[in-house]
């Protein structure tokens, strides 16, 4: 994983924390888990406080998400916001963090000028045994601490606050009145500065889970609709009355649930020449199929003649694998902008022609899903699906990982923005 990390295509864009005082309040979030404190004196952390070199030292990649349940968060400053999630069990961990850190932004500025805030976003559960397990998960609860406990200080000193202006004799409270006086000396003037964060449940939407071997949960307004393996335990059994479970192996009933809820964008002329998807796809199959059969040699996939001469000198392989013929032939159909009767392929072709409908809200995991099926398209595995990427590149040989890593750096690293809205119709 060295070319990845010296690449930036893994954790890439983490916060340093190198100050001595950051790295104290760290170590006060990590024993109020019980964990051993970090001795380091410099790591690195996403935007839940995860940190690769913490995980090293600790020997548990799963110290801020023990049983992949409640995952916990350490934040050491509101520009965390900004960093990507780069551990997770949940794929909607890093909106549910979006949307804690933008719902108490005031509060998190003000307490980590001098303290660090963590805790863990609270499931309903502490284990997933079974499917049951995930679909009982419909809201989490972010349960926040304080290292130096200025959150409940400020909580402390609000409910004061209320009891002078509201008890016709508090002010005569000596006490009261010289604990809010030592309150305030650490927390401030909680009147301008808000200690304590108030937007803390949300609902737990659509979302992907790494049990079970991978599952989709997908939520509409009358059905909850599961994808997955089906040996995982629960699977069908769990509510069958108001959840439908679609074996991730019946591609043709994958695809169909994706047309019938809107969230495919079905191929059209209109979008695949504009967005030269259909170009993107071919260069990528290409250059598995090449680095595969000669994993030694020099490969350029990127070049329209490089590309002509070695399809001629492996028609063999190339009609045998058979993607290639047949995203050739689609790219001429739709360059036309001829009608292409979909009934007419078959369930991997459909995908290897789709992406998900822009502007749904549940784009981002249908692009993913759509990657389970397309494993030869890199790029896309790496935007929407890194852990399958990552596994991917563990299986490579050097010579098509350092090809790889160029072309996700060439293609997506250097505008991100640009590469989702031109070839997805992202906008964020």
């Known amino acids: 994983m060295k070319l990845l990390e010296e690449s930036e295509l893994i954790f890439g864009r983490m916060m340093p924390v190198v100050e001595p005082h950051l790295i104290e309040r760290y170590n006060q979030a990590l024993s109020g888990f019980g964990l051993k404190k970090t001795r380091l004196k410099k790591f690195r952390i996403d935007m839940t406080g995860f940190s690769p070199e913490v995980a090293e030292e600790l020997d ?78 419909e809201q989490v609860e972010f349960k926040v601490f304080t290292g130096q406990n200025l959150a409940r200080q400020a909580l402390d000193l609000r409910l004061k606050m209320d009891r002078l202006t509201k008890e016709p004799d508090a002010w005569r409270d000596d006490d009261m009145l010289k604990e809010m006086v030592a309150l305030a000396k650490s927390t401030g003037d909680i009147r301008t500065n808000d200690l304590v964060p108030t937007e803390v449940v949300f609902r737990h939407n659509t979302f992907w889970s790494s049990h079970f071997g991978g599952v989709y949960v997908f939520i509409d307004e009358r059905e909850t609709t599961v994808i997955g393996d089906p040996s995982a335990p629960g699977f069908r059994r769990s509510r069958p009355w108001q959840v439908s479970y679609i074996d991730r192996n019946d591609l043709d009933l994958v695809y169909r649930f994706l047309v019938d809820t809107g969230r495919v964008d079905i191929p059209r002329g209109s979008w695949i020449e504009r967005t030269g998807y259909l170009d993107h796809r071919i260069e990528t199959l290409i250059t598995m199929l090449a680095f595969h059969k000669a994993p030694r040699r020099k490969h350029n996939p990127t070049s329209s003649r490089w590309i002509k001469s070695w399809v001629n000198s492996n028609t063999s392989l190339v009609e045998k694998e058979g993607t290639l013929p047949f995203l050739l032939w689609a790219k001429r159909e739709y360059e036309a902008w001829a009608t292409v009767d979909l009934d007419e392929i078959d369930a991997r072709g459909k995908f290897i022609l789709s992406r998900a409908k822009p502007g749904h809200d549940d784009q981002w995991l249908v692009n993913r899903l759509i990657s389970d099926y397309v494993p030869f398209d890199f790029v896309t595995r790496y935007v929407f699906n890194k852990p399958a990427f990552y596994s991917d590149y563990a299986r490579w040989g050097g010579g098509l990982k350092e090809h790889v890593v160029e072309r996700v750096q060439d293609t997506y690293l250097n505008n991100k923005s640009r590469f989702r809205t031109e070839m997805f119709g992202m906008h964020s």
């Open 60 to 137: 548990d990649p799963q110290y801020l998400d023990p049983h992949g349940i409640n995952r916990r968060f350490i934040v050491l400053s509101p520009n965390q916001v900004n960093l990507p999630v780069v551990h997770t069990a949940f794929s909607n961990t890093g909106k549910l963090m979006h949307q804690f850190f933008d719902g108490n932004a005031k509060a998190i500025n003000a307490l980590t000028i001098k303290d660090v805030v963590y805790g863990e976003i609270e499931d309903p559960i502490l284990e997933a045994h079974d499917i049951e397990d995930l679909l009982s998960i």
